[in-house]
């Protein structure tokens, strides 16, 4: 597409399908190198076949500081560097407070929100040695706002936020920006935990009355990571139909 990627290497965590595709395949489009990482082993396999030479999938639970380190190495082997990481990888398991299940607030703290710290940890190394870079960690609008059925999804995307500004200012130093994206409805098979009411009602609650596509997030990410978004760092791009408004 617009080439301003070209010599770039990026990690999107989650890639194999959702927004993680689309990003995968954006970003790709824009002349990146794309690591797709993820645990959907056929499916990042299948994505990685479809691109070709450019991208490459790797197996990775992002809960997982040894994974990090792992991937890391093997994606830094594989394509020489790192200039772009993204952490999209996210899971919701909905349920009310009184009745939700300590091993899914667990599991939900683990993917959503310690694999993004994981990432900026220790994809500090990497970037560094490109002289700057860019990460871009998915949130949603369930970080801006309360959501019923979802308090443990809601902290985690928080959290999300809240590291992120952190983040832009201990890496503004060494070049390396930080931002979040916060999505609203968006067609994911993550909407298939909710039931069909609860959609429908997502789409009116959105000015826009419809559903969002995950190829526009991906050009939302798109735009950060690019030399276009340059000077922007702390950010949160909500792209959400107006929801929030």
Do not use: C
Request: aromatic share 6%.
């Amino acid at each position: 597409m617009s080439g301003k990627l070209d010599g770039k290497v990026a990690l999107v965590t989650g890639g194999a399908r959702g927004i993680g595709a689309a990003i995968v395949r954006r970003l790709h489009a824009d002349g990146a190198s794309v690591a797709i990482t993820d645990v959907l082993d056929d499916a990042g396999r299948a994505l990685a076949a479809e691109l070709g030479e450019r991208a490459a999938y790797f197996h990775h639970d992002v809960g997982d500081e040894a994974a990090w380190v792992d991937t890391l190495a093997a994606v830094t082997a594989r394509f020489g560097g790192l200039h772009v990481l993204v952490n999209n990888a996210g899971i919701f398991h909905p349920g009310q407070i009184a009745d939700a299940a300590v091993s899914d607030v667990e599991q939900q703290f683990r993917v959503n929100q310690l694999g993004p710290f994981l990432g900026m940890k220790h994809a500090q190394a990497p970037l560094r040695a490109a002289g700057g870079g860019s990460i871009v960690n998915i949130s949603s609008i369930a970080g801006q706002l309360g959501f019923p059925n979802a308090a443990a999804y809601v902290g985690t995307k928080w959290a999300v936020r809240g590291m992120t500004k952190t983040a832009a200012l201990e890496l503004a130093p060494a070049q390396i920006r930080v931002n979040s994206v916060h999505p609203g409805f968006i067609d994911t098979p993550m909407l298939d935990n909710n039931p069909p009411e609860a959609n429908q009602a997502g789409i009116e609650a959105t000015p826009l009355k419809r559903i969002g596509k995950p190829e526009e997030i991906a050009a939302a990410v798109a735009f950060l990571v690019g030399p276009d978004a340059g000077f922007v760092t702390g950010a949160e791009l909500t792209v959400d139909g107006g929801w929030i408004l």
